[in-house]
């Protein structure tokens, strides 16, 4: 038994991306600088929720896990660690995450974040995933909400024009999720049909499967406009927007005739490149836009 082990169980490169979007939602929820204490405690508690959500996802799995190559090296399935400790483990991460947001943030974070913890621990991975091949679009919404935590860690949420911009960050990684997971599932898919997970490609063929990552890319780039649209961003995000979304169409329309096998994971990932990116415009936009001048179609403000 080793750290290693169970910092395996916290899956650290979508932890990098779950707090790195949820830190952009802090920072675009104000004007300025965001409060120090509900910064890093919101961020310390949702770091700590999303990990003990992967450590569910590690138990529930643990009989996939074996029979997939991607995933059969788990500290569960190794024999690294057994299911007793791998639970005590998810448990007290949990606990002290909402420790943390009770104490130091605000007890809508804690709500919404333990919410989010269910949602992708309990609901997708112990049902959704096994239940149906629609299982990463309904049960994105549950990864997608970091963004929407980090706004509400540090405004509690004072207004309905806080949940629409916060919800508009929701709503782009939603969208992102089927094309970035579907392009994994196209490579892996004799994995989950040995596994007998109802993914896409399996239930539906890989050709189904492209044509689809081609038509949620088309809506990310329509959804990543949407803060351009409504005023919450400037010109430099739209071109950033832009330029990452026409590419990734262009992965994905190039993934219906791809020159190999390995594509699929090329488009996977882009798809996780695309995400940082896009979210580093949106905070880049947020300090560069009084200076920059630019302007919105139009500007959605509340009423008086």
Do not use: C
């Not at 929407?148 to 024009?161: D, E, F, I, N, R």
């Not at 399996?202 to 499967?209: A, D, K, P, R």
């Not at 400037?234 to 590419?247: Q, R």
Request: a positive charge; proline letters at 6%.
């Amino acid at each position: 038994m080793r750290v290693a082990d169970y910092w395996a169980l916290t899956k650290p490169r979508v932890l990098a991306l779950i707090v790195f979007t949820a830190l952009v939602g802090m920072f675009l929820a104000v004007p300025g600088l965001p409060p120090l204490r509900e910064s890093v405690a919101g961020l310390a508690g949702i770091w700590l929720a999303a990990a003990s959500a992967a450590a569910v996802n590690h138990l529930i799995d643990q009989r996939i896990d074996a029979l997939m190559a991607r995933t059969q090296n788990r500290p569960l399935p190794s024999g690294a660690l057994n299911a007793r400790q791998v639970l005590i483990f998810a448990i007290a991460l949990g606990l002290l995450s909402m420790l943390i947001l009770l104490l130091w943030v605000n007890r809508l974070t804690a709500l919404l974040t333990f919410a989010s913890l269910i949602g992708y621990a309990v609901v997708y991975t112990g049902w959704l995933k096994r239940a149906t091949p629609q299982n990463i679009v309904i049960g994105g919404i549950a990864g997608a909400a970091p963004p929407l935590l980090g706004w509400s860690a540090v405004t509690g949420m004072q207004g309905a024009w806080d949940w629409a911009h916060a919800l508009l960050l929701v709503l782009i990684i939603f969208v992102w999720t089927p094309p970035h997971f579907w392009a994994l599932a196209i490579f892996r898919r004799e994995d989950y049909a040995r596994a007998l997970i109802p993914m896409l490609p399996v239930t539906h063929g890989v050709h189904y499967t492209r044509w689809q990552i081609l038509l949620y890319t088309i809506l990310l780039l329509v959804a990543t406009v949407l803060p351009w649209v409504t005023g919450m961003s400037g010109v430099f995000y739209l071109g950033g927007a832009l330029v990452l979304g026409l590419a990734f169409i262009g992965y994905a329309w190039r993934l219906q005739n791809p020159p190999d096998d390995f594509f699929a994971m090329r488009v996977f990932n882009y798809s996780v490149v695309y995400l940082m990116a896009l979210f580093a415009f949106l905070l880049i936009d947020h300090w560069l836009m009084p200076w920059l001048g630019g302007q919105p179609a139009f500007v959605l403000v509340p009423a008086a």
